[in-house]
């Protein structure tokens, strides 16, 4: 892999790694949504929710259509969801790992 597209990767990765922006990815996976509309779904200033929405939209995954003074916001890479289900697994993989730790601990303290 070329060091500039794993470069490409780290931005995306870094975009999505605030709980915010993923919230507004998830909330958009279900449709187009107009800027005006995400406020009251996220307890924050416009100025912090625009910024949040502007990292997404830099690195690709949100694109923004304009129709008169409203904003509208979409996800311009729906793929992105993949990465969801893929987080997920890896959550559930972990959480059965765990148990097994634990174990290990106790036996080695007692």
């Given at each position: 892999?070329?060091?500039?597209?794993?470069?490409?990767?780290?931005?995306?990765?870094?975009?999505?790694?605030s709980p915010v922006r993923l919230?507004?990815?998830?909330?958009?996976?279900?449709?187009e949504r107009c800027l005006c509309?995400?406020?009251?779904?996220?307890?924050?200033?416009?100025?912090?929710?625009?910024?949040?929405?502007?990292?997404?939209?830099?690195?690709?995954?949100?694109?923004?259509r304009r129709e008169g003074v409203?904003?509208?916001?979409?996800?311009?890479?729906?793929?992105?969801?993949?990465?969801?289900?893929?987080?997920?697994?890896?959550?559930?993989?972990?959480?059965?790992?765990?148990?097994?730790?634990?174990?290990?601990?106790?036996?080695?303290?007692?």
């Open positions: 892999m070329k060091a500039e597209e794993l470069k490409a990767r780290a931005r995306i990765m870094k975009a999505l790694s919230m507004i990815v998830d909330e958009l996976s279900r449709g509309e995400l406020p009251p779904l996220f307890p924050m200033n416009k100025s912090t929710l625009s910024r949040h929405v502007a990292a997404l939209r830099n690195v690709g995954i949100v694109s923004e409203r904003c509208f916001l979409r996800l311009e890479t729906p793929c992105i969801l993949k990465m969801f289900d893929c987080t997920l697994g890896v959550i559930r993989a972990g959480a059965r790992r765990r148990p097994g730790r634990a174990d290990r601990r106790k036996a080695v303290t007692a």
